[in-house]
């Protein structure tokens, strides 16, 4: 049964740190890419970043590029997105999402659509 588990969230100040995880199994990491995507309440659902099978990196909104870091440990079956300098703009629901590769040369997609498999998401609240 495959299954994706994020953990991680809470509530932060700003300017503080929350590191996400995501935690799968069912099948085998080290064959897919896997992407951080949030949904704030009455927004749609964006891309965050990507993690490639082949370890490229990818940040589709430039409001967190610098300030959050993505990286997968095959040994444990897990993708972290880490975020330092957290704005309340970031608050939002995170899900970690799987896309089979077929290379280490197949690129992140940023549509959604593209991943077959979704965790059921991590709340992340920044406030004072």
């Known amino acids: 049964q495959v299954q994706l588990v994020e953990s991680g969230g809470g509530l932060v100040q700003p300017g503080g740190s929350l590191r996400l995880a995501c935690t799968v199994s069912?099948?085998?990491?080290?064959?897919?890419?896997i992407g951080w995507f949030r949904q704030a309440p009455g927004k749609e659902r964006e891309g965050v970043s990507c993690?490639?099978?082949?370890?490229?990196?990818?940040f589709w909104q430039d409001s967190v590029k610098g300030r959050f870091t993505i990286s997968r440990d095959s040994a444990k079956r897990t993708v972290y997105l880490q975020m330092n300098s957290l704005k309340p703009e970031d608050t939002a629901l995170y899900y970690c999402a799987a896309r089979f590769a077929n290379s280490v040369f197949t690129p992140c997609a940023g549509d959604l659509n593209e991943y077959s498999y979704w965790g059921q998401g991590t709340q992340v609240t920044v406030s004072t």
């Open positions: 993690i490639s099978r082949g370890g490229g990196v990818s």
């Open positions: 069912g099948f085998t990491l080290d064959y897919y890419n």
